[in-house]
């Protein structure tokens, strides 16, 4: 009864980066959605023009046979290959779950756009994010990309340290 009012989360958003912090906010994700019967969207934003990136680290580290094709293969195949995996760990929990993949320039300006835009397109209710802290003391240790999304979305944060 006392939960009646409770709307609760529909859309959760789960920006994956390719880093263990991005994908530690996996299981605070799954438990929201699980709480509020939610779909989760995983996104990633990738540079197949810049394709050497943390992804193609983390693909070999979950799969070390894949670390002599990871060189020869598209970067969009592995990134469907990467967020399958996720998928997976996300959907063995009984959650709904969809991939957003994005090929485009990795700036913190475009990041932070490109995920507004999915926000907005998704009807996204909920953000949870990781945070990196790589921007010191002054930005009170939050990422920078984590920094300009509170400024600029309108949806509930969750930041995971």
């Known amino acids: 009864m006392e939960n009646e009012h409770i709307q609760g989360f529909k859309r959760i958003l789960l920006p994956i980066d390719g880093s263990r912090a991005s994908e530690n906010t996996l299981r605070y994700a799954v438990s929201m959605a699980i709480k509020y019967n939610a779909i989760i969207y995983i996104a990633s934003i990738f540079s197949s023009k810049n394709p050497?990136?943390?992804?193609?680290?983390?693909?070999?580290?979950?799969?070390?046979?894949?670390?002599k094709e990871v060189e020869k293969l598209p970067i969009m195949?592995?990134?469907?290959t990467y967020h399958g995996i996720l998928k997976n760990a996300i959907s063995s929990n009984e959650v709904d779950v969809k991939s957003v993949?994005?090929?485009d320039e990795i700036t913190t300006k475009s990041v932070v756009?490109?995920?507004?835009d999915v926000i907005v397109k998704e009807k996204i209710d909920l953000l949870i994010i990781s945070s990196h802290g790589k921007t010191g003391l002054k930005k009170l240790k939050l990422g920078s990309v984590t920094e300009k999304l509170m400024e600029s979305v309108?949806?509930?944060i969750m930041c995971i340290k």
């Open 154 to 156: 309108r949806i509930p």
């Open 52 to 67: 050497d990136s943390l992804f193609k680290k983390r693909i070999v580290e979950m799969n070390p046979n894949l670390s």
């Open 77 to 80: 195949y592995l990134m469907e």
């Open 113 to 116: 756009r490109l995920l507004g």
């Open 101 to 103: 993949l994005i090929d």
